[in-house]
T-cell receptor, first 111, second 113 residues
């Protein structure tokens, strides 16, 4: 089945230790998104790639970076995680700016 | 600044009853609206969408109503089942823009057997 896959599902890191979350998709969608969802809150868009073009949201901290080496994969890098970065991180994909399909998310814990 | 968790409104219904979940959206220029269902520990799952040139759209057991005059969106679930228990988010988007989805606060639906 075509899908959006996120690994790992649960990630524990230490305060200040760089961490990378990964997303892959078999849908061959050209747009990939990263959202942050804190407890009991709605998802918040961090950035997205339209093909190879990176689009950052104005309020996304510099601590968050992203890479998209090819159509299928997209990575979220948190350079120096703080306690406030503990959240569920959701990857989504779409064909151009149409319906977005979400992955299961990676829950990040910062110790 | 540090974010504070928001209290999600909760709707509790009896199994078999109809559910109505409401949402107020913010941008009068938004022209695409989606309802997502999010179960605990999972990503949001698409339920139904509607474009601004429509005021009603029906799916299987679900209906979305759009009132652009008052910027209001609702999701109706017929014959609610225990498997419908989840958090429901509405989202708005301005097509032709970045495709950015702006999510509403979310409503927790609890289905009592």
């Amino acid at each position: 089945d075509a899908m959006v896959i996120q690994n790992p599902r649960y990630q524990v890191t230490q305060f200040g230790k760089p961490v990378t979350l990964s997303c892959s998709q078999t849908l061959n969608h050209n747009v990939m998104y990263w959202y942050q969802q804190k407890s009991s809150q709605a998802p918040k868009l961090l950035f997205h790639y339209y093909d190879k073009d990176f689009n950052n949201e104005a309020d996304t901290p510099d601590n968050f970076q992203s890479r998209r080496p090819n159509t299928s994969f997209c990575f979220l890098d948190i350079r120096s995680p703080g306690l406030g970065d503990a959240a569920m991180y959701l990857c989504a994909t779409s064909i151009s700016y149409n319906e977005q399909f979400f992955g299961p998310g990676t829950r990040l814990t910062v110790l | 600044g540090e974010s504070v968790g928001l209290h999600l409104p909760t709707l509790s219904v009896q199994e078999g009853d109809n559910s109505i979940i409401n949402c107020a959206y913010s941008n009068s220029a938004s022209d695409y609206f989606i309802w997502y269902k999010q179960e605990s520990g999972k990503g949001p799952q698409f339920i139904i969408d509607i474009r601004s040139n429509m005021d009603k759209r029906q799916g299987q057991r679900v209906t979305v109503l759009l009132n652009k005059t008052v910027k209001h969106l609702s999701l109706q679930i017929a014959a609610t089942q225990p498997g419908d228990s989840a958090v429901y988010f509405c989202a708005e988007s301005l097509s032709g823009n970045t495709g950015k989805l702006i999510f509403g606060q979310g409503t927790t639906l609890q289905v009592k057997p």
